[in-house]
């Protein structure tokens, strides 16, 4: 990663994301200027003061010019825009990136904006995250051992991919590549699927008229269940309709499988409740049980 | 709680809730001997070699002659043989308190053992608990600052009831009573029903033909959102069973909310799925900020 280094890198829309990876290339000394633009100058201001970036400026084309990596990381219903925005300012040698969640979406608007998706558009995802936003939340450590998968186009170019990959890898993350519909299949179903239903789940709750005793007495478990449920709504909504298609068929699969869970309670079916809970566990700690166990050697009575 | 002493206290069924009593009166000098009893002598000789308890016995006549205080820790839907097996070895100056997860069904099964619930029982449910369990699981401070449930009924003697409070508050716990019907609608809403939604997504997902590329990219919030999917199955179906007619109502109220944001979704109609998304957010942080930050300082990055 020795030749590795940005000399300018621009951030559009500072959050936890575009700031947290200010934060880590700063550290690792991998980046020389940092500017951000955004809406919101009071966002840019606290990312200033906090020493996040280097400077900022409410105008993309001084945000961007002559830097080598922009970085999109705007809500993902706003990128279209920037990518808009951007499509004139762009020159053969910026590299474009960006952190949105559904990469379908990306694709569809870049082909929108631009025709066909340019070479030096590296569509990328970090899979981290917190329910914590805003550059205020930025950590130097947010991708550390985190997957970063990239989704590029058979006619996005390799050196293009290359920057973006050694970027992510210095930052502590795995980078991992994929095609786009697998990758909105999959985060559907382990992101997508699981933040809907949470927010469900818990907005069902508080409309319960017993709401009061209902989150006094949740315990730990009900804790974590929920605590996607505290993300951040702009974001998800976002998510939401971006993925549209793909959060469907989960919320489809997921409904014709509580059916039957639900047939069999109501029946009192213990043998299929057995069988679906025991696959369940199975499934869960075979996949999870390395990273279960260093949990567990934190907090052993949770 | 200095005049709170058991000289010996009998436990049915030996696994993380009954050897973490044991653990924690032990600790506290609360308790003289402890004696389990069970189904299977592997678990009863593991707690003995893990010095979590005394003495173990096949015998429950013999497990429970002289106890102060019984305790019936084991799953749910046996509860009531043992109850059946007790009843002609209870006295007047034995307590017998539970620390089953559903209390209707506890209610009914000892009408029917008894014809009405002996004075001498205390109903009881410590909100506390882990995917992890058996004896081997137990820990001194499982109960610390946990909240206990106790449903005494109108004709549950005082004395009885006042002890079994001094028990748990000795390990630790906060005890609170309430009515029966009262707790299992509360417990169905925040433990039994997310608890049958984690399995049914896990054995959902598990079942989908990409399930090894949807376990690998899954991020920290699926594996929080899961966590409670690594439950002793065995626990969850009994409790499926026995509080069937309220976890059927928290399905149904969840499915029918479920079925408002999907048609939000399939229509695009952000505006509802924003006011969903941020509802359930700020129901959730009012309820959970304390907790959710302490949570965040021991794990910023998470």
Redesign the interface.
């Given at each position: 990663m020795s030749k590795f280094y940005i000399n300018k890198l621009a951030i559009v829309g500072l959050g936890l994301m575009g700031g947290s990876l200010a934060r880590a290339l700063k550290a690792q000394g991998s980046v020389g200027e940092v500017v951000a633009t955004g809406r919101r100058a009071a966002s840019l201001e606290k990312g200033l003061a906090l020493g996040v970036i280097d400077a900022w400026t409410l105008d993309m084309k001084e945000a961007v010019a002559n830097a080598d990596v922009v970085v999109i990381a705007t809500p993902t219903l706003i990128a279209e825009k920037v990518l808009a925005e951007l499509a004139p300012l762009m020159t053969p040698s910026m590299i474009v990136t960006d952190v949105a969640s559904v990469k379908g979406n990306m694709q569809r608007a870049a082909e929108r904006v631009f025709g066909e998706v340019p070479a030096n558009f590296v569509m990328g995802h970090p899979?981290?995250?917190?329910?914590?936003s805003g550059v205020e939340a930025a950590?130097v450590?947010?991708f550390?051992d985190?997957?970063v998968?990239l989704t590029p186009l058979s006619t996005t170019a390799e050196p293009a991919i290359a920057l973006i990959q050694a970027m992510w890898e210095a930052c502590g993350a795995e980078v991992?590549c994929m095609d786009v519909a697998?990758h909105d299949?999959?985060?559907a179903?382990?992101?997508h699927?699981?933040?809907?239903?949470?927010?469900?789940?818990?907005?069902?709750?508080?409309q319960?008229g017993?709401?009061a005793?209902?989150?006094?007495?949740?315990?730990g478990?009900?804790?974590?269940?929920?605590?996607?449920?505290?993300?951040?709504?702009?974001m998800?909504?976002d998510i939401?309709?971006a993925n549209?298609e793909a959060?469907?068929q989960g919320?489809?699969?997921?409904?014709a499988?509580?059916d039957k869970?639900?047939a069999a309670?109501?029946s009192?079916d213990?043998d299929t409740?057995?069988a679906?809970?025991?696959?369940?566990?199975r499934?869960?700690?075979e996949?999870?049980l390395g990273?279960?166990l260093s949990r567990?050697k934190?907090?052993?009575?949770?």
């Open positions: 899979i981290a995250g917190s329910e914590q950590t450590d947010l550390l985190h997957r998968i991992v697998e299949a999959v985060l179903a382990t992101s699927l699981p933040h809907v239903l949470a927010y469900t789940l818990v907005d069902a709750l508080a319960n017993s709401a005793d209902i989150f006094r007495f949740a315990a478990g009900f804790r974590d269940f929920t605590r996607i449920a505290s993300s951040d709504p702009t998800w909504h939401a309709l549209k959060i469907l919320i489809d699969d997921f409904s499988h509580l869970v639900r309670i109501a009192g213990g409740l057995y679906t809970f025991d696959r369940a566990k499934a869960r700690d996949h999870f990273q279960y567990q934190k907090s052993p009575s949770s």
